[in-house]
Nanobody, 115 residues
Framework: VQLVESGGDSVPPGGSLRLSCTASGFAFRSFLMSWYRRVPEKEDEFVAAISPSATRTSYASSVKGRFTISRDNGNNTVDLQMRNLTPEDTAVYYC?????????WGKGTLVTVSS
């Protein structure tokens, strides 16, 4: 199982970014995919999740209305479109999935929101 995140960058407040996670090594289209974020000395924070068929999504209240999660089961990717970013969104973002009771996640991609 491999999850590789990309797209992180440094942007000013109010900016936008699109993160992508490319998955391999498992039947991607059969599993729920999530985005989490991590800041130093804090618990990992759930950001968004999408069902296997992309018919259902869920978001943390802190990002609802600003972030959009999507997936492409043909290309084994799950994206996170982020708009109207604030400094509080600064974090390492990583995608996560659970297979057979075991959690997998990638190395993450850094998003920095600063003027």
């Amino acid at each position: 199982v491999q999850l590789v995140e990309s797209g992180g960058d440094s942007v000013p407040p109010g900016g936008s970014l699109r993160l992508s996670c490319t998955a391999s090594g498992f039947a991607f289209r059969s599993f729920l995919m999530s985005w989490y974020r991590r800041v130093p000395e804090k618990e990992d924070e759930f950001v968004a999740a999408i069902s296997p068929s992309a018919t259902r999504t869920s978001y943390a209240s802190s990002v609802k209305g600003r972030f959009t999660i999507s997936r492409d089961n043909g290309n084994n990717t799950v994206d996170l479109q982020m708009r109207n970013l604030t400094p509080e969104d600064t974090a390492v973002y990583y995608c996560k999935t659970r297979l057979g009771g075991e959690l997998y996640w990638g190395k993450g991609t850094l998003v920095t929101v600063s003027s």
